[in-house]
């Protein structure tokens, strides 16, 4: 998949792809977040999903879970509007039972899941 492949390889400041969708990575020392944002134009959950699909293959996640709603950022005059995708910097193992949430992705033969 090409999209995993811009992952793997997506420079420090971000990258902007063709569909007008810009990604950025910002670690911590606990978590990871990758911003999906874009002028004028809220990223779908669509987008999101499969930009959260990748980033678990590209980077070997088990968990991953996005924000609730999008956010809005004003930019040299341009709404810039911005869903995050967020996961543990460091490998966890799910210790307590998956909750009653409907995961945003499932991955049965991996067991691995994207929470809303």
């Not at 944002?37 to 959950?45: A, D, I």
């Not at 499969?50 to 991953?64: I, R």
């Not at 967020?86 to 033969?109: A, G, K, M």
Request: hydrophobic share 45%; proline share 6%; glycine share 4%.
């Amino acid at each position: 998949m090409e999209l995993v492949k811009v992952l793997k390889e997506m420079p420090t400041k971000g990258v902007r792809l063709t569909n007008g969708l810009a990604l950025r990575l910002a670690r911590d020392a606990a978590i990871v977040t990758l911003s999906c944002s874009r002028v004028e134009v809220v990223p779908s959950p669509i987008e999101v999903k499969v930009v959260a699909e990748a980033a678990a293959e590209a980077f070997g996640l088990e968990v991953v879970w996005s924000e609730d709603a999008a956010s809005s950022v004003m930019v040299d005059g341009s709404q810039h509007w911005v869903r995050r995708l967020f996961w543990p910097r460091d490998r966890v193992s799910v210790v307590y039972p998956l909750p009653v949430q409907q995961p945003l992705i499932e991955i049965e033969d991996e067991k691995k899941h994207v929470y809303e």
